[in-house]
């Protein structure tokens, strides 16, 4: 069983990169994580948002199993405290036995065939935040969940 985080498009900002792979180094201590950086698309000027989601969907999907649990980080998925998110890995990990695969689409969203294949939906929030955030805030959440579940001190109820 692994954990991968998927993305559309590079790690920009130094600062990202930077809180990423703090996280990712102690994750290692508990999981196989690793993150899947997909190009974000060349020369799109003359495409619609919905020509770019297809394509971006396609790219996803191409580096999707049809064993994994595809998870996608979206506005509309439910929202979880982060022990109630630690619950839910737990679960996955000791019932599902798949390897989990959430997934930070472009700046449009994801295609409806991305929406068709997953199995479920999160949001971080109802705020909106930019997606190279995310990346960060997100790792450092799945790190959280490891943690609680080991019962270590890093998180205080």
């Known amino acids: 069983m692994k ?6 498009g590079k790690t920009d900002k130094d600062w990202v990169r930077q809180g990423m792979d703090i996280y ?10 690793s993150v899947v950086e997909i190009p974000e698309l060349k020369n799109v000027s003359s495409l619609s948002k919905d020509q770019i989601k297809t394509r ?3 790219l996803i999907l191409k580096n999707i199993r049809p064993t994994d649990d595809l998870i996608l980080l979206d506005e509309r998925g439910k929202e979880y405290t982060s022990v109630e998110l630690a619950k ?14 959430y997934v930070i689409g472009g700046a449009y969203g994801f295609s409806e065939e991305v929406y068709r294949r997953a199995d479920s939906k999160i949001s971080l929030s109802r705020m909106t935040f930019s ?3 995310v990346r960060a805030i ?6 959280r969940a490891f943690t609680i579940m080991r019962g270590e001190p890093y998180h205080h109820e």
Do not use: N
């Open 24 to 33: 990712v180094s102690r994750l290692k201590h508990y999981i196989p994580f």
């Open 131 to 133: 997606h190279q955030m």
């Open 88 to 101: 839910v890995i737990q679960d996955k990990i000791s019932y599902a036995g798949k390897d989990m695969v």
């Open 56 to 58: 971006e969907g396609e």
């Open 3 to 8: 954990i991968t985080l998927l993305t559309v």
């Open 138 to 143: 997100f790792v450092e959440q799945i790190y």
